[in-house]
């Protein structure tokens, strides 16, 4: 028996990419992770999250281990919108959909949006796994360059306008995370926000807004697509794997009522009310002002010691983003293969992701490396860029 | 701007359908709840999460709260490895599937194995959150009769070899529920068991079998499927949400390598290390049979009181299936249209689920409804058969 003849259309297309995180190299114990965009250790609020839990049984015994959960889940949801409305996106329940982390949002998403027929537009470089969902349902995608200044949506106008002429199809959807992207850091600027609200009522098409570093700005948080919108255009995808803890797997989706609706079609794995009850615990005992300036401060501090530390070690062919906020800074290595540096950088003791995992056409990645400044303390990233500059002057 | 023009083929297929959960009931406050299929309150073990939890984050701080988790979720995996080899079930670990439940379980298997041009035989009546899933994929089906010895086989073999003969399309995959059935209570016989996997041989389809009850006999553990097949044409789904906590959502597939490899295709949500850890230290604490006989015990008590109540306050007219073990009895209430005696039933103060929402075709299921003996009490269970007695006996 071969399982072959008996796979879905959607595996078979799904098949035709590489199989999902082989991207993942392995990295030694020991070694400094620069690649990991995980949040710091001591950031993560073990205590605060254990605190929770023991109150959280106390108080409701059974409730928020069954299938239908507790009022902690519709607690969950006013904190997420309370948060949401501060920051001028005015969703109401109805409109919100609490997920399994920003992944599971955005493959909802697609699953309601996206099918072989559609055109995707994505960032270049943009979040692998973002795109590795889309790959499951379409193989049609528009590669859209990113500069300091986050997409650049003129070039974008110009392949729309191109695509028209020409009678070629247009996108139905452009996934962007305009604040602090991954992998590059940068931020779209707000002229270029206007400009994609712009092209998305002119040429008719839905933007996914992904969120995820939105509160973890340093100096002014950038408002959203979403809070700009007044077409009901964008579906914005917000996560608290960043910001409290990636392993409780809490993230969201606020749109209309109505695609709120057609995305619950496919939640086929029903609420998780345990670790929403939890959530909703923890952020009822935690101000989120005040957890979100702790990692503001410390992530700041953190991406300072690692700028400096470029500053301090790398030949001057080698140039980088400034971020604003988020986890990472995007390099550009000049002549280098970044793929063939990572084994002589983790033959040092550090570890980077080459930039050929963040584009559909690798080779454009083939010059550029992601460092994470989020997950190791400050000597490790002084320590960590130190070794990198060696291994990239050992290069040339 | 219309939304619909924006939907995949995907979710145009789905809303043909009802509305996901649209079927469940509102249930009063105070209502007796014979309806609902959930673990006894006082059997969930809320002490001992609560005790899991704590050590937990005291033994391994922020590490069950990153993306990837802890070695806590290799344990869970030789867990239930370890649990299903002795029933007969030697499953390997990269040949199994930790899930968010049962219901992700069978979406996974579903986007794997189903589009618009497959085949699906399932039990009538059946689980319909899994038909739901299904019908986001294919609007084919068949559905094979149970009577009180589980799925119908001869009545498979009839329809299979007339589609042959007709040249119709045969199905690709069979869902089948063959222990303690939702919601019939109903097992399928060693006999049936054997024809099945031979049909499938015959006819070249894959089985989902869904075993979410098979820890729960009261006398005798059914062998399985999986555990009598030959051809790895079986999909074993688990979970632990009849026999731990549902709120924690943890389920799995054990299939072959390939088809788990196939599967984490569309598996974005990524692990859920929290709750796979908490679970994998519960399950560490805590040993399986002492749990399983403290459940089977218990369930098997309230069953009892349920059946002795329905013989001391049902009309003759109306019969029922014994069940061997899991939470349901599914009773046969002839004449009457249990859609409407359910409203009749609620102003009383009992609850059940009519039959009809367990069938594709809802007529089959009029004269039909589930009772489910998990949830309630002793007393509850008495009293709540008492009502629905008198309301039968009002019906005629």
Redesign the interface.
Same mark, same amino acid.
């Given at each position: 028996?071969s399982?072959d003849?008996?796979?879905?259309?959607? *595996?078979k297309n799904?098949?035709k990419n590489d199989?999902?995180?082989e991207w993942m190299p392995t990295i030694p114990d020991n070694c400094i992770r620069l690649s990991s965009g #995980?949040?710091a250790? =001591?950031l993560?609020p073990?205590?605060s999250?254990?605190e929770a839990?023991?109150q959280l049984?106390?108080d409701e015994?059974?409730l928020?281990?069954?299938?239908?959960?507790t009022p902690k889940m519709d607690k969950l949801k006013q904190q997420i919108q309370a948060r949401l409305s501060e920051r001028g996106m005015h969703i109401s329940e109805k409109a919100l959909l609490v997920?399994?982390?920003a992944?599971?949002a955005? =493959?909802l998403i697609a699953?309601? #949006?996206? =099918?072989?027929?559609?055109v995707v537009a994505v960032e270049a470089p943009t979040y692998m796994?973002a795109l590795?969902?889309f790959q499951?349902?379409t193989n049609q995608f528009i590669s859209i360059p990113i500069d300091e200044q986050g997409l650049q949506t003129k070039e974008l106008a110009r392949v729309l306008a191109e695509r028209e002429a020409q009678g070629l199809p247009l996108p139905? *959807?452009v996934y962007t995370i305009p604040t602090f992207q991954n992998p590059t850091g940068t931020t779209m600027t707000d002229e270029r926000r206007k400009h994609i609200l712009e092209l998305a009522s002119q040429y008719?098409f839905?933007i996914l807004e992904d969120d995820a570093y939105g509160e973890l700005y340093f100096d002014k948080q950038p408002v959203t697509l979403k809070a700009m919108d007044h077409?009901?255009?964008v579906l914005y995808v917000g996560s608290l794997?960043k910001v409290v803890?990636?392993?409780?797997?809490i993230g969201w989706v606020a749109a209309?009522e109505? *695609?709120i609706?057609?995305l619950?079609? #496919?939640?086929?794995?029903?609420d998780?009310?345990?670790?929403q009850?939890i959530m909703a615990t923890y952020l009822g005992n935690n101000n989120f002002d005040n957890r979100f300036n702790t990692l503001r401060i410390s992530y700041q501090e953190r991406c300072s010691v690692l700028l400096a530390a470029l500053e301090k070690n790398m030949p001057k062919s080698v140039t980088w983003y400034v971020p604003e906020g988020g986890y990472f800074v995007w390099i550009k290595v000049a002549g280098a293969d970044t793929s063939i540096l990572l084994q002589q950088a983790l033959d040092q003791g550090v570890s980077f992701l080459p930039g050929k995992y963040f584009f559909l056409n690798e080779q454009d990645g083939k010059e550029w490396l992601r460092l994470s400044f989020s997950y190791s303390g400050l000597k490790e990233i002084k320590k960590g860029v130190e070794m990198l500059g060696e291994v990239i002057a050992d290069w040339f």
């Open positions: 028996m399982i003849n008996f796979y879905s259309e959607n *595996i799904a098949l199989p999902p995180g #995980f949040p250790p =001591d993560v073990v205590d999250i254990q839990v023991v049984l106390n015994q059974d928020p281990l069954h299938y239908l959960g997920t399994a982390g992944c599971q955005i =493959d699953r309601v #949006f996206v =099918d072989g027929n559609t796994e590795e969902v499951n349902y139905k *959807i008719d839905l077409e009901n255009r794997s803890a990636p392993g409780l797997r209309t109505e *695609i609706t057609s619950y079609w #496919f939640k086929k794995d029903l998780h009310p345990f670790a009850a």
